[in-house]
């Protein structure tokens, strides 16, 4: 069955440090990618998407994700976090069939 | 721009009561989801709509949930009856048809199911 694994459930770091979090698929075939962020006490929103050409994507706020199709990864980086960056990431994997998979997520605290 | 409108909020029932959830999508966007998240987990898909069909309901639980979208816009989510293990965040999202896969979705409130 497909599926969308999270490496890490919580992550603390500390303002300036940097952030990778980790997003793996199981399905072969054509995906389209996104990370989602839910901020404290809002609604879920996109972060950023990858569709096709350049697999290194820019989305707000400076994060950034690269699709590597070999390791069926989307990995979400941030140089320098920020304690506003505090927040739960969802990586979601369409598999081109109308469906969305979403990951477990992973809840990131940035300290002050 | 409007965001994806979700009533009520919170709702607190005991099991084997009736729930309705309603949903009002981004006006013009004619994919509209529903999702099911459970506490620690991700958002898992119920039932999607391309306008007023179905394209996908083969994770809804068909003997206690029933969905429907008028006329294409409003959607409405049903319970009946509810059990213990329903008890979760319900999500509605809505987005613009692409032709081969699905676009960004638009993320409503939710709405916090308790039953006891």
């Known amino acids: 069955a497909q599926s969308v694994s999270q490496h890490n459930h919580h992550v603390i770091l500390s303002e300036a440090a940097s952030l990778e979090l980790g997003c793996n698929y199981s399905?072969?075939?054509?995906?389209?990618l996104f990370w989602y962020v839910q901020y404290p006490g809002q609604h879920l929103q996109l972060l950023l998407k990858y569709f096709s050409g350049d697999p290194l994507v820019k989305g707000i706020k400076g994060f950034e994700a690269e699709f590597i199709k070999s390791k069926f990864s989307f990995n979400l980086r941030k140089p320098s976090v920020q304690w506003s960056d505090t927040a739960e990431y969802f990586c979601?994997?369409?598999?081109?069939?109308?469906?969305?998979?979403f990951g477990a997520g992973t809840r990131l605290f940035v300290k002050a | 721009e409007a965001g994806v409108a979700q009533s009520p909020r919170y709702k607190i029932i005991e099991k084997r009561q009736s729930v309705a959830f309603w949903c009002n999508p981004i006006s013009g966007h004619a994919t509209l989801y529903w999702y099911q998240q459970i506490l620690g987990q991700g958002p898992k898909l119920l039932i999607q709509f391309q306008n007023n069909g179905v394209v996908d309901d083969s994770q809804l639980p068909k003997d206690r949930f029933s969905a429907e979208r008028l006329k294409g816009v409003d959607s409405t989510l049903k319970i009946q009856p509810a059990k213990l293990e329903d008890s979760a965040v319900y999500l509605c999202?809505?987005?613009?048809?692409?032709?081969?896969?699905?676009?960004?979705?638009?993320f409503g409130p939710g709405t916090r199911l308790t039953v006891l």
């Open positions: 999202a809505s987005s613009q048809k692409l032709a081969f896969s699905t676009d960004t979705q638009y």
């Open positions: 979601a994997v369409d598999t081109g069939g109308f469906k969305t998979i």
């Open positions: 399905y072969g075939g054509t995906v389209n």
